[in-house]
């Protein structure tokens, strides 16, 4: 089966630009969707179709997939921003969801 | 606007069923399928099931073939999920989403509050 594999853990400073990576075999040929989940909550979602945002998601937040790395970028990093993000991809075949098992971004 | 209720926690022993309900509200019940997602404590997200709410057919994970059970109600516009023989290693919040399709990809924009399962004897 498809595995997403996700670094468990990013660190940054307040301001600066975090990027989180979602690695998959030939990745860029799938849609990536991007969520964050804060401790207690539900998860929400940032990103879908590799960079597209919902509304009220704001526009710090950018994606891109290419290959076997999907990315979401951060930039301008708030505190607020500390939260685990996980990638999802859609199995087309099995109409299955697949998720990543998450990185936690830590600001410092 | 949308939201999705799900019901209280519960507290199992082994072997025993769980029947979780997402009520849902704010938009048309079958125009969006329904997954159901689970987090086990400290982990990340494992994908469990669908329902097509307008057609009633399902799909679930490999995994849970044969323990889980998804349905709905379209006259109270509520999801079900059923999980049965109950283990430890179940213990985990479980969320009904909405799904999303474009051009066949599929995402989640709206999550319930979650339903902590707990299995313990």
């Known amino acids: 089966s498809y595995v997403l594999t996700q670094a468990p853990s990013v660190s940054v400073a307040p301001g600066q630009t975090a990027r989180i990576t979602c690695g998959g075999d030939?990745?860029?040929?799938?849609?990536v969707h991007w969520y964050h989940q804060k401790p207690g909550q539900a998860p929400v979602l940032v990103l879908y179709?590799?960079?597209d945002r919902p509304s009220g998601i704001p526009e710090r937040f950018s994606g891109s997939n290419s290959g076997s790395t999907a990315a979401l970028t951060i930039s301008r990093v708030e505190a607020g921003d500390e939260a685990d993000y996980y990638c999802?991809?859609?199995?087309?075949?099995?109409?299955?969801?697949?998720f990543g098992g998450g990185t936690k971004l830590t600001v410092l | 606007q949308v939201q999705l209720v799900q019901s209280g926690a519960e507290v199992k022993k082994p072997g025993a069923s769980v029947k979780v309900s997402c009520g849902a509200s704010?938009?048309?019940?079958?125009?969006?399928?329904i997954h159901w997602v689970r987090q086990a404590p400290g982990q990340g997200l494992e994908w469990l099931a669908w329902?097509?709410?307008?057609?009633?057919?399902?799909n679930y994970a490999q995994k849970f073939h044969g323990r889980i059970t998804v349905t709905r109600d379209t006259s109270i516009s509520t999801a079900y999920m059923e999980l049965s023989r109950l283990r430890s290693d179940d213990t985990a919040v479980y969320y009904c989403?909405?799904?999303?399709?474009?051009?066949?990809?599929?995402?989640?924009?709206?999550w319930g509050q979650g339903t902590l399962v707990a299995v313990s004897s």
């Open positions: 999802q991809v859609w199995d087309s075949t099995t109409e299955h969801a697949i």
């Open positions: 704010g938009y048309t019940f079958t125009a969006y399928y």
């Open positions: 329902i097509s709410p307008d057609s009633g057919g399902t």
């Open positions: 989403v909405r799904a999303r399709r474009n051009w066949g990809q599929v995402y989640f924009d709206y």
């Open positions: 030939n990745i860029g040929s799938k849609s």
């Open positions: 179709d590799d960079s």
